[in-house]
């Protein structure tokens, strides 16, 4: 080996040295809650943390309708005597406002059968994680089918014990088993969303939420996978568990949770969940994420044998801390706060106090250590409350502010108090003296299990971070290009997008998000509702009258339809992209050139420097007029056409083929790949400035060999159709015209009725014309047209400022009939959007209904409609029995001359017997679990008849 392969061996060993040594830290890119904030619930991170700065204590007493669910468990005498200490308590509590047994069932695809028998705490588990994930901005469908991790816990066995147990109908059926698994949490998380990563649920008591953190956080580190959900949900659905409780001494007699005061008697329970989404830091900052704040350290461990089985160790609270700290490369002193477990007991309370002095409790801080328990607004929330700890804390790094921790106006006098640690007695802005906000965050199990997490601000940067919907680079020089289109844009168009399962529920949305207005910019808003997944049920609305949007949203909401709101039911859609020639009107591209970079950046690519532009409308909005030269017309066309072309498949439309008619083909031929875009542009020239020249260019075009497509195209003239990777004479699909060695590009060239057929025959819908009007739509049968463009009126001055607003339209329409890609100018992008929970259905457990009414009234009972908290239309479930079913399964011919069946059509005969709409919705839908078992039954008969059909 020479001297210099050495010296290069080195240097790559050096640099994996570095790779290895260097700390990977992660973000908290998106955040979903669910917490008592008072006499409301918090649905949002910003409430959460105002009802906190608001010091709003959320204790109150159990509401008649949950106080019903408990006495029908059969703990009547538990509720009202009190015989014994472990058999009366107060029942007050941190309730969370909404009712426990509450589901978005058509969003998440429960059926009545499953959620009869299914644990409430994994209904709230799906919501909280899709709030998250709209606040982090990710469309679930573009994450689908990726390795994203799921870790989520509860504790808790309060429905299985009280509601279920000892009832035969929820012993025989099935969905009890898959609605009551401790793994369904998480299980049913991976499932809805498609999340192939690890899913692991979690019970480590009191700290399962921060040990879902750490674990995830441990998978991102180490590459297992690129992005975790991590949460915890706590309901108080029975009353077993605090029944046990109070019999060990560990619950307050009035329900609060008062850490570190004087009156600390005991902790008062609470309810609620969160979520948080993660990322390795270096990726959310490439990928341009809102980074909420950095986990930079996160330790597990456990108190061993204690003086107890419950009882906490102070040395190993002091470990486990020390541990977090050694990960993140941090010193005691550099951490400014801890949002502490904080339980509110006399055993609990000192000995955390004296865990963390012996950690943090240094000469070498700039400012003594702030100590707070969020339990003491909202209660404790048991697996839960690391979710709580943890959200708070994210909130003080990013606010700077750390809100007062109730009931310390006295402190406990059993703890002794160190010189460098107090109680948030008030609240406060964070200490100065600090480079940077590190929090600490405490959670300890009542099993032993015990964690620390360091939370940091996110990295600072010098504005807003900004990024386009679904594009790359904004341009931002558009003021300084052109001041007067800068200010007739002013206020700029924006599309804003709403979405739901349904008409009903697409209403009360519009209700919420109009509420949302009176806070928030309306450029903020749009942006945030392009960011969030979509739902069938569709709204959009184009404006720069953010009073406008408003009026007409709450318009639509009380079931009116004002003109400028567009919805429908989207649905999958193949729309082809039409290229057509016009010659004495364009469009202007002004205004998307200085809006989107794909625009610019392809029409910067096709303008050679040899011409003089200063005359070309798309260089120079200062024009009076329509260019008089016809080669600078064509090809402003030309440059027009690919450059919007290559916007909206940048934004996610994926067209069947590319066609186009004339000089349209030629930008249609280029685009797909089949000439280049300069050869496209050169073919353009000569056609339009000596057709002599063109004739000659086109004889060699002819013989030369044309590459494959990158994206499909269709020649309108002859029909013929390529595929990506299929050579030009390796034409897969209709029957092809003899004619077509080469795109019969001339004049005189027209799209005929074979072309169309052809989109037709390839089951496209929509043509999308790029062009100033659709102008051969009467020539395309059935097919539907829309124009991205508009012919310019008799005053030119009429159009400036119209042409965005127009593209914003017309996608806002495709996005409404289905097609990806929502567009907005350029802008900061914050999760503003309410939390999508329009349509929770109030489901009441069969074990209530069983044990409250009558028998002769149980059957009627079952079969009732859901009741609703919103007026919303419910998915009712047909009334049907096994004998419906078993007759339905008749009516197929599942025997062993069915091997010509197909088991979509039975499933569908099936369907039409029960009443079901759809085969789809039979499978799992509307059918107890033995009714769907038998249909299983009749389905796998068919596939043992003719196996090579089916498998």
Not at 182 to 204: A, D, K, V
Not at 464 to 474: F, P, W, Y
Not at 627 to 650: F, G, H, M, N, W
Not at 687 to 692: F, H, L, N, R, S
Request: aromatic share 6%; proline share 6%; net charge neutral.
């Amino acid at each position: 080996m020479s001297e210099e392969e050495l010296k290069k061996a080195l240097s790559r060993a050096r640099e994996m040295i570095v790779s290895l040594q260097k700390k990977r830290s992660v973000a908290i890119i998106g955040a979903g809650c669910l917490f008592p904030a008072g006499e409301r619930d918090a649905n949002t991170l910003g409430d959460f943390f105002q009802s906190l700065k608001a010091e709003t204590l959320s204790v109150g007493p159990m509401s008649e309708e949950r106080l019903k669910i408990w006495r029908s468990s059969g703990q009547e005498k538990f509720l009202t005597s009190s015989s014994s200490p472990t058999s009366s308590m107060d029942l007050s509590a941190a309730y969370l406002k909404r009712f426990p047994f509450s589901y978005e069932s058509r969003r998440f695809n429960f059926t009545q059968a499953e959620i009869r028998v299914m644990d409430p705490h994994i209904g709230l588990a799906l919501e909280v994680t899709q709030d998250a994930l709209d606040n982090a901005g990710l469309d679930p469908q573009n994450l689908a089918g990726s390795g994203v991790g799921v870790y989520f816990g509860k504790n808790g066995v309060d429905f299985g014990l009280d509601i279920l147990s000892g009832l035969d109908q929820a012993l025989d059926d099935p969905y009890t088993l898959i609605g009551n698994m401790p793994s369904s949490l998480s299980g049913r998380i991976s499932y809805h969303y498609n999340f192939l990563g690890p899913s692991i649920f979690l019970e480590t008591a009191c700290s399962t939420g921060l040990v879902a953190v750490t674990l995830a956080c441990r998978a991102i580190e180490s590459g297992q996978v690129d992005l975790a959900v991590a949460g915890a949900v706590n309901l108080l659905v029975g009353p077993s568990s605090s029944r046990w409780l109070n019999g060990l001494g560990a619950l307050s007699p009035d329900g609060r949770t008062r850490a570190f005061g004087a009156g600390a008697n005991g902790f008062g329970r609470g309810e609620g969940a969160g979520a948080v989404i993660l990322k390795d830091l270096e990726k959310a900052q490439a990928d341009g994420d809102r980074i909420l704040a950095v986990i930079e350290g996160t330790a597990l461990g456990s108190d061993g044998r204690s003086a107890g089985f419950t009882a906490p160790s102070r040395l190993a609270q002091a470990r486990v801390i020390s541990l977090a700290l050694k990960e993140a490369r941090l010193r005691p002193g550099q951490v400014g706060a801890v949002e502490a477990h904080g339980t509110g007991t006399n055993l609990g309370d000192p000995i955390e106090i004296e865990g963390l002095a012996e950690v943090y409790g240094v000469n070498d801080r700039p400012a003594p250590l702030i100590v707070g328990s969020v339990k003491s607004n909202i209660g404790h929330l048991e697996a839960a409350a690391g979710m709580a700890s943890l959200l708070k804390a994210v909130c003080v790094v990013r606010e700077g502010v750390i809100p007062k921790s109730l009931a310390t106006e006295e402190l406990n006098p059993l703890i002794g108090w160190t010189k460098g640690i107090e109680v948030a007695r008030s609240s406060r802005p964070w200490p100065s003296g600090y480079e940077r906000r590190v929090m600490g965050v405490s959670s300890f199990g009542v099993s032993g299990s015990l964690a620390h997490v360091l939370v940091a601000e996110g990295p600072k940067s010098p504005k807003l971070m900004e990024k386009e919907n679904n594009s790359a680079i904004v341009v931002k020089d558009l003021a300084t290009k052109n001041a007067s289109l800068a200010s007739d844009l002013a206020p700029t168009p924006v599309n804003v997008y709403l979405s739901a399962m349904d008409e009903a529920g697409l209403r009360l949305r519009a209700k919420d998000v109009a509420a949302v207005l009176d806070q928030t910019e309306l450029g903020v808003l749009a942006r945030s509702s392009g960011q969030i997944g979509a739902e069938p049920t569709r709204l959009v609305i184009t404006s720069r009258d953010p009073s406008q949007v408003a009026q007409d949203l709450n318009a639509f909401s009380q079931g009116q339809n004002p003109p400028s709101v567009i919805f429908g039911q989207a649905k999958t859609m193949k729309a082809a992209l039409y290229f057509g020639q016009w010659s004495d009107e364009i469009s202007l591209g002004q205004e998307l050139l200085a809006t989107f970079s794909v625009f610019r950046r392809f029409h910067e690519r096709l303008t050679p420097n040899s011409v003089d532009w200063s005359r070309s409308i798309l260089a120079d909005s200062s024009i009076e007029r329509l260019s008089p030269d016809p080669t600078l017309s064509a090809l402003d066309q030309y440059i027009y056409q690919v450059s919007l072309a290559k916007l909206l498949i940048e934004l996610g439309l994926k067209p069947v083929a590319l066609v186009g008619q004339g000089r349209g083909e030629v930008a249609a031929a280029a685009l797909a790949g089949v000439i280049s875009l300069e050869t496209g542009w050169e073919v353009i020239l000569k056609m339009t400035a000596d057709p002599a020249d063109y004739a000659r260019l086109g004889r060699r075009i002819q013989t030369a060999r044309l590459a494959a497509p990158k994206i499909p195209f269709l020649s309108a003239a002859t029909g013929d159709y390529w595929r990506p990777g299929k050579g030009w004479s390796e034409f897969e699909g209709l029957e092809r015209s003899p004619r077509a060695q080469s795109p019969q590009w001339s004049k005189q060239s027209n799209p005929v009725a074979q072309g169309w057929g052809t989109l037709k025959s390839l089951g496209v819908e929509r043509v999308l014309e790029l062009g100033p009007a659709t102008s051969l739509a009467d020539s395309s049968g059935e097919l539907t047209w829309l124009s991205f463009g508009e012919r310019l009126g008799p005053d030119r001055g009429e159009e400036i400022g119209q042409e965005l607003t127009r593209f914003l339209t017309t996608m806002g329409r495709l996005w409404v009939l289905g097609a990806p890609g929502r567009p907005n100018p350029p802008g900061p992008v914050e999760p503003v959007m309410p939390p999508r929970r329009a349509n929770l259905e109030v489901v009441t457990p069969v074990a209530s209904l069983t044990k409250l009414v009558s028998p002769g009234e149980e059957e009627r009972a079952n079969n009732d409609p859901p009741r609703q908290l919103e007026p919303a239309v419910a998915s009712q479930a047909p009334s049907t029995t096994l004998t419906d079913v078993t007759a339905a399964v008749a009516s197929t011919g599942v025997t062993a001359a069915a091997a010509s069946t197909d088991v979509t059509a039975a499933t569908a005969s099936t369907a039409s017997v029960v009443g079901v709409e759809s085969p789809l919705a039979l499978t799992l839908a509307q059918l107890q679990g033995q009714h769907f078992l038998a249909l299983c039954k009749a389905q796998l008969a068919l596939v043992k008849a003719n196996p090579k059909k089916f498998l």
